[in-house]
């Protein structure tokens, strides 16, 4: 089988929670398959990608789109499914993401099978207007109408869609993004003088920098909590950047000084390790999917407060772990309390392996496989298990 994936930016080193998902899933598909049943095609987007290359075992094409955050993704796929059928002669599309989904009825009419990977609901991000979250929820009912079989990364997610889609129930399976045990980082010391940071004074949180990841309402609540003027002073250091720049990016890295840290975009390994030093770990999204920067930080086991939004709530921390999503009153009242209420206990990280998650998308390729094929190696097809739900 060749699959083409599409809806992402690119892989490896392109910012983002679809593009992190499959930088780690889709080598390790291709291993599990034994790297001879299965050919994966990444059809990236040239502004972020500029050549042609592989990336542990997966071949990656960049192909035209335009540097327009309205039209970037829309674009880019109708180009892609021209590609992916006439120039790829694939068997089958991986899609990613509710917007791409505009274009499943085309992928269908070309008589290629698609399996849909919802990571969200995207129509909810506080960046786009009427019109454009009324396309994004036309992309999701498409997505999901036209697929053969629809993945979802969040249970609440798989939920909602069994009870909106009931005639295609049979066909959603929950499977959650994972976790990647980080490499080790040489000196965190010196990592930690460069951004002016002490080890365990400091509140992290990391995500690209848009209105729905809400580091505006951090800031905010930070400020309020006066914790930066305590006798033992914490700084918060913002990981991350925008793909891009806009007023609320502006806006909000206007808002540095030497309490409040924006350290851009830095390796996975690094953010982890931060991860690791850091007091606190907060999300405060108004939006995700399931977060992988939430799941990476209980890995590293930073203390967690996390915005009360369903994915977050996925998670399944204890309730004190959360606070009202947008409430900057109830965010800097939590963030004045003891940290050591925040440490997660009992986590375990089996659930999000990204072995066992490779293996179960790989279970939703063989049901499009052609009758009598099998994707999984000889030593893959005896541990084969169906769906987490």
Known sequence: MHIAVIGLRGVPDVMGGIE??????????VSQAGNKNLTVTVLARRPYVTQSKNHDGIRQIPLWSPRHSRLETIAHTFVAAFYARFVLRADCVHLHGIGPGLAAPLFRLFGLKLLFTHHGEDYKRQKWGRLAKAMLRVGEVLAVTFANRVITVSMSTAESLRERFPQKADRITHIPNGITPPRQIENVDSVLEKLGLTSGQYIITVGRLVPEKAQDDLVEAFERSELSKEHVPLKLLVVGAADH??????????????????????????????????????????????????????????????????????????????????????????LAANYENYVVRNFDPTVFDWARIAQLTLNEFEELAPAGETLLSQDNSAANTKGMS
């Open 245 to 334: 720049e806009s007023d609320y990016t502006q806006q909000l890295t206007a808002r540095a000084n030497q309490s409040i840290i924006f350290a851009g975009r830095l390796p996975r390994d690094t953010v982890m390790a931060l991860n690791q030093q850091a007091a606190l770990f907060v999300l405060p999204s108004y939006h995700e999917g399931l977060s992988i920067a939430a799941l990476e930080a209980l890995f590293s086991e930073a203390p967690m407060l996390l915005s009360d939004i369903r994915p977050n709530l996925d998670i399944g921390l204890p309730e004190h772990h959360y606070f009202k999503t947008g409430s900057i009153s109830d965010l800097s009242e939590k």
């Open 20 to 29: 992190t998902h499959c930088a780690v899933l889709l080598p390790r598909m």
